[in-house]
C-alpha cells in the first residue's frame, strides 16, 4: 500500500499552510479570539482557522445559495460562510445555545451578514424535520454532536439537491477512529463513517485536514 502521509504538519509547516490561505479579516480573527477567550475550555469546538476559507471556497465553487449548519457553536464557520453567499443566499443555523451563538449573532452584524442567517434554537434534528421534504439544499456543514450524525445524514441526504455537498467535520475524531474499542464519540463517528461510505447515493472522499473532513456529494 502507498504511504501518502509522509509530510508531518509541524507548527511551523502549519504557520506556513496559513499564510498561504486566504487570511482571516478583522470580523473572522476577532470572533476566534473572542471564542478563546470567553470559552477557554470549550474553544476547541470552534472549526480550525484553515476551515473558514475552505468552506467559502466551497459555498463559491458549489454556487450554493441555500446552506444549512448543524452546531454553529460561536458561530466562526456560519460567518465564512454567509460572506461567500450572495446577497439573497440564506444560511439556517442550528443549535441549542443562546450562550454561545449570542457572540456569533454580534459578528454577523458587525460583518454585514445577519440578514444572510437565520439562527435556529432548538434540536437540530426538529429543525431539519420540519424543512420541505423535497432536494432544495446546496451544501450542508455538519460540526455537532456525533452520536447524532447518521441520524443528520438520513434527514439531510433526501433533501440535499443533485450535485449538493455535505461537509462533515471531525470524522478522524483524534485518531479514535482505529482504536480497538473506542470511546462512545468516536465509535460513533467511526459508524457514520461506514455508514457514508456504503452510502450508494452519494460520493465521498474523507481527507485528513485538520481532524477529518468528509466531502459527500450527492449522485
Known amino acids: 500500500m502507498t504511504k501518502g502521509n509522509s ?3 509541524t507548527d511551523e509547516l502549519y504557520a506556513y499552510v496559513l499564510a498561504h490561505n486566504p487570511p482571516l479579516d478583522a470580523v473572522q480573527r476577532g470572533l476566534v479570539a473572542t471564542t478563546w477567550e470567553k470559552f477557554p475550555d470549550a474553544a476547541g469546538m470552534q472549526s480550525a482557522e484553515e476551515q473558514g476559507p475552505l468552506l467559502a471556497f466551497l459555498v463559491r465553487l458549489t454556487g450554493a445559495r441555500h446552506v444549512v449548519e448543524i452546531g454553529t457553536f460561536t458561530g466562526f464557520s456560519a460567518l465564512s460562510m454567509a460572506q461567500a ?9 442550528c443549535d441549542v445555545s443562546q450562550e454561545w451563538t449570542r457572540y456569533g449573532r454580534e459578528a454577523w452584524e458587525a460583518a454585514g451578514v445577519a440578514d444572510r442567517i437565520d439562527l435556529r434554537i432548538a434540536p437540530a ?7 420541505p421534504a423535497e432536494p432544495h439544499i446546496d451544501l450542508a456543514y455538519v460540526d455537532a454532536d456525533k452520536g447524532s450524525q447518521i441520524l443528520y445524514w438520513e434527514e439531510l441526504v433526501p433533501r440535499l439537491r443533485p450535485g449538493g455537498l ?3 467535520d471531525n470524522t478522524l475524531y483524534h485518531g479514535t477512529v482505529l482504536d480497538e474499542s473506542p470511546e462512545s464519540r468516536g465509535a460513533a463517528v467511526r459508524a457514520f463513517n461506514d455508514h457514508v461510505a456504503a452510502d450508494p447515493r452519494t460520493e465521498s472522499v474523507l481527507l485528513a485536514i ?6 459527500s456529494r450527492k449522485r
Open 210 to 215: 485538520s481532524d477529518g473532513i468528509t466531502l
Open 125 to 131: 434534528l426538529d429543525t431539519l424535520r420540519a424543512m
Open 166 to 168: 455535505i461537509v462533515t
Open 85 to 93: 453567499l450572495p446577497a439573497d443566499g440564506r444560511l439556517i443555523a
Open 7 to 9: 509530510t508531518k504538519i
